[in-house]
């Protein structure tokens, strides 16, 4: 087969096998080394590929920008062809699907788990229909302290500029304990309560680390406010 010019054997012998055999049939460092292209001084691509797979695909899927750009060899270009080619990958996973109800935690959970970064906190808000489906998503802070100082309209403003009728609040717990602190607890019912008054139910808010989560719902710490039907 012709190779292409300007790049080594190694380089060059991932793409080949793609174009002659299908992307199904290449291993995850393959694949990783035709995002990359080209390797690093230390180690061709293939090297360079093994070494981001070290935690797996799916913690590499996790990296941001800043934790990447730390890996010798990996320089912006690299860095955003593989961020660009996770996300499309995520956005393809669920293009042409109805959204998920976020009516139960394990859902939620299921649909979340892999969009926080593994080194820092994130506080992510999911906005939804009356049926509890998703209508969109927005990050609202970054880092832990940053979460102390979320306020009601940080929430609910974005909330009724796209017309949900309710939200499910997420974020992550980097050290690896889902255990919520005394501050996300009384934060939570402050944004419980704001959501109260504006028609907007908080219908759950997960707490996420890399082995399990915590739901404020299943643990009865939200929905207190909420009024029942009355039974005939």
């Not at 793409?15 to 291993?27: C, I, M, T, V, Y």
């Not at 996790?62 to 990958?89: H, N, Y």
């Not at 049926?131 to 009601?152: F, K, M, N, Q, Y």
Request: glycine share 10%; aromatic share 6%; proline share 6%.
């Amino acid at each position: 087969m012709k190779r292409l010019p300007g790049c080594a054997d190694e380089d060059q012998a991932p793409r080949e096998r793609l174009l002659a055999k299908g992307p199904d049939a290449l291993s995850d460092r393959e694949l990783v080394a035709i995002l990359l292209r080209t390797g690093g001084r230390e180690s061709g691509v293939l090297g360079l590929a093994d070494r981001l797979l070290e935690g797996g695909l799916g913690r590499l899927a996790l990296r941001d920008s800043d934790e990447l750009l730390q890996i010798p060899g990996l320089g912006p270009a690299k860095v955003t062809s593989l961020q660009a080619a996770f996300e499309l990958g995520r956005r393809a996973a669920s293009a042409g699907e109805e959204s998920p109800a976020f009516d139960r935690p394990e859902t939620v959970y299921a649909y979340l788990r892999w969009r926080f970064p593994l080194n820092r906190e994130e506080l992510r808000a999911f906005f939804l229909d009356g049926a509890l489906r998703l209508v969109a998503e927005e990050i609202l802070s970054r880092g832990g302290a940053a979460w102390t100082h979320v306020a009601p309209a940080d929430v609910f403003a974005p909330a009724l500029r796209r017309g949900a009728r309710a939200v499910v609040l997420a974020h992550n717990h980097p050290g690896g304990d889902s255990q919520p602190s005394e501050t996300d607890r009384r934060t939570t019912r402050r944004l419980e309560d704001a959501g109260v008054l504006l028609g907007i139910e908080l219908v759950d808010h997960i707490v996420i680390s890399q082995r399990d989560f915590y739901s404020f719902r299943r643990h009865a710490l939200l929905g207190r406010r909420r009024k029942e039907p009355k039974r005939p």
